[in-house]
């Protein structure tokens, strides 16, 4: 199939393997933030095909993941409300919060809808005039764009039943704050392409010169991923730290300038508490004053809720890269996809759900 079998070329994967074996010296540490390059490292086993010592760690490119249990708290406070249609990405519904998921809730009665986009949920805001609709809105900066026009959509319709629970997360951040941790072992990252696309890889040349770590923009499938590994391999072995552009098909270093400019209208940068990490100063997004009237936490009032982190789950960790999944005590066992403990065996996106899904075992 074009633009999918020409990045899966099993020869040219291994003219690549053959390339970053030739070149390292070194057991280099490399780190993707990104759950899609997750799940394709992990599905065509490209961490075990890496010279004997060089590791592959899974960082926190999981948005569901790292999304705080308080947040998902007040989501289901908000759809347990009568009169609120609640509507969300399917990949949320499973995720645990302290007393169940929004599964568990529609299932007890609450009007818990997926919707593949927010202007679904603006569309239905429309349909029913009586009721309130509130969309959860969670993602790192690739989906912000899409949630900010629908933000500007409801207030252009003239919507006064429509909110969003905001929990966006920006990436830059979270690298910094790993780099900045007493355990930190990674020596290069490979950044996310889809955010890059929005936000151009600007953001990311202050933290290669400040941190000296090569950083390289990288796509998703498995040619982009091996190649992404041995730019950054020859950085490392020549001395180099800069940001790279393996995505060149999807990426340009300014980004997506109008998307930026729905994201400045709409939201405002804000501190912001990871999953499993903490809080991160200037880590995500919150809707700017004059938007304000659109925030379901505000609207609802339910902050001052207290949340309690499954006790087995080791989720900070592995979203750190300290750990991985196998050495949690649940994994596989009282952790599944089919039960999960935690939000990395949920999502599609998370490391615990790409061990498993791929057969990994302890
Ligand atoms: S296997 Fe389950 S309990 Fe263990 S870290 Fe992953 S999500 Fe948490």
């Known amino acids: 199939m074009r633009f999918l079998d020409e990045y899966r070329d099993p020869g040219l994967a291994r003219r690549l393997l053959a390339d970053i074996r030739a070149t390292a010296t070194r057991p280099w540490t490399i780190m993707e933030v990104c759950g899609g390059q997750t799940h394709t490292i992990v599905r065509q086993g490209i961490d075990e095909l890496l010279p004997a010592g060089m590791r592959m760690i899974h960082g926190p490119g999981c948005p569901v993941c790292v999304t705080p249990l308080e947040t998902l708290d007040r989501a289901l406070a908000i759809a347990s409300r009568p009169g609120v249609i609640f509507t969300s990405f399917g990949d949320m519904l499973r995720v645990p919060g302290s007393s169940g998921d929004l599964l568990g809730l529609r299932a007890r009665g609450a009007d818990v809808r997926v919707v593949y986009t927010p202007l679904d949920a603006v569309r239905l805001a429309a349909d029913n005039p009586d009721r309130q609709v509130v969309f959860f809105a969670v993602g790192f900066e690739t989906t912000a764009p899409a949630n900010a026009m629908a933000v500007l959509h409801a207030r252009a319709l003239g919507l006064g039943n429509f909110s969003m629970l905001v929990s966006h997360v920006l990436v830059p951040p979270a690298m910094t704050a790993i780099?900045?941790?007493?355990?930190?072992?990674?020596?290069?990252?490979?950044?996310?392409?889809?955010?890059?696309?929005?936000?151009?890889?600007?953001?990311?040349?202050?933290?290669?010169?400040?941190?000296?770590?090569?950083?390289?923009v990288t796509?998703?499938?498995?040619?982009?991923?091996l190649e992404g590994i041995l730019m950054a391999v020859r950085q490392l072995e020549e001395g180099r730290r800069e940001v790279e552009n393996q995505y060149v098909r999807a990426v340009r270093r300014s980004g997506n300038t109008a998307a930026q400019e729905a994201l400045r209208r709409v939201f405002r940068v804000t501190g912001r508490t990871w999953r499993g990490i903490g809080p991160i100063q200037a880590s995500g997004f919150v809707l700017a004053p004059e938007y304000a009237a659109y925030d379901a936490e505000r609207r609802f009032g339910v902050d001052g809720l207290s949340s309690a982190e499954n006790a087995e789950c080791i989720a900070g960790a592995i979203l750190r890269?300290?750990?991985?999944?196998?050495?949690?005590?649940?994994?596989?066992?009282?952790?599944?996809?089919?039960?999960?403990?935690?939000?990395?065996?949920?999502s599609t996106e998370g490391t615990c759900a790409a061990f498993h899904n791929a057969g990994r075992t302890r």
């Open 321 to 346: 890269g300290t750990r991985l999944p196998t050495d949690c005590a649940a994994y596989g066992t009282s952790c599944t996809p089919r039960r999960p403990l935690g939000a990395p065996m949920v």
């Open 219 to 225: 796509g998703f499938e498995p040619l982009d991923l």
């Open 179 to 216: 780099l900045d941790s007493a355990d930190n072992q990674v020596e290069a990252f490979l950044a996310a392409g889809h955010v890059c696309a929005v936000m151009g890889w600007t953001e990311y040349e202050p933290i290669a010169a400040r941190y000296q770590v090569p950083i390289v």
